[in-house]
Every structure is written in structure tokens, then in C-alpha cells.
């Protein structure tokens, strides 16, 4: 499981740098190059989503972990295992993503 790092700001799971699930999903299973990955557990943030802290981890004020499960389809990446990511540490942006395709991995290096 990767250290995951996300800069995701306007996603609903966003905190503080890190990712409030404990399982996400990358998609690109044809990646050439960064920008053909996407997280697609990206949710917009808006006032209904703001309570998925809640739903995921009891609340707001318990600890995230840092190390987050990263199923992912971009086979074509080094760090891919079985469709499974096996980085020590990743990277998700997509700064200022309004949905998931303007979000990537950017840990993303092609075999
Ligand atoms: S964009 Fe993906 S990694 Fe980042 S907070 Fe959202 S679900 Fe988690
Ligand atoms: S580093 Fe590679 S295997 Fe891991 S999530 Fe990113 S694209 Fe997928």
C-alpha cells in the first residue's frame, strides 16, 4: 500500500494533503504518460459529499492514514502489479480538477 499524497483540493476525500479512503481506483489502462491516468474515486466536493469523511471513517477528527490501497488499471506503469500499485509513495493531482479526467497519478512511469 503507497504513502499517497493527493493535491486534489476540490475533491470530496481531500484532507490536508491526504486522502480520507482507504481504497481508491486509477484508471488508464492504455497510459503512455501521466495525464491518461485518472483517479476515479474523485467525487466533487459540494455540500451533500462533504459529509464522506464521515462515511468512511467514523469522523473528521480520527486519524487518516497516509497509506492508502490504489487498485489501479494502468498496466503499462512500472509500479503496476496485478493491476494493484506497488509505489512506496504516489502522487494524485489535478489541482484544480472539477471531475475525474483532470485528475492523474502523477507517480506515473511507463514500462
Ligand atoms: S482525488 Fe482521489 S486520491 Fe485525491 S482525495 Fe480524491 S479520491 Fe482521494
Ligand atoms: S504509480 Fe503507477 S501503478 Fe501506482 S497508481 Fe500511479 S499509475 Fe497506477
Redesign the pocket.
Known amino acids: 500500500m503507497p504513502i499517497?499524497k493527493?493535491g486534489?483540493t476540490g475533491?470530496a476525500?481531500?484532507y490536508d494533503e491526504k486522502?480520507s479512503?482507504s481504497v481508491?481506483k486509477v484508471s488508464g489502462s492504455d497510459a503512455l504518460r501521466e495525464l491518461d491516468t485518472s483517479?476515479v474515486?474523485?467525487?466533487l466536493r459540494n455540500r451533500e459529499a462533504s459529509d464522506n469523511y464521515n462515511l468512511e471513517i467514523g469522523t473528521i477528527d480520527d486519524i487518516i492514514s497516509e497509506n492508502v490501497s490504489v487498485n489501479c488499471e494502468a498496466k503499462t506503469c512500472i509500479y503496476n502489479r496485478n493491476y494493484l500499485c506497488y509505489a512506496k509513495e504516489i502522487k494524485?493531482d489535478g489541482t484544480r480538477a472539477r471531475e475525474k479526467h483532470e485528475?492523474f497519478c502523477h507517480s506515473f512511469v511507463n514500462r
Open positions: 499517497l493527493c486534489v475533491c476525500y481531500f486522502c479512503k481508491i483517479c474515486s474523485f467525487q494524485i485528475t
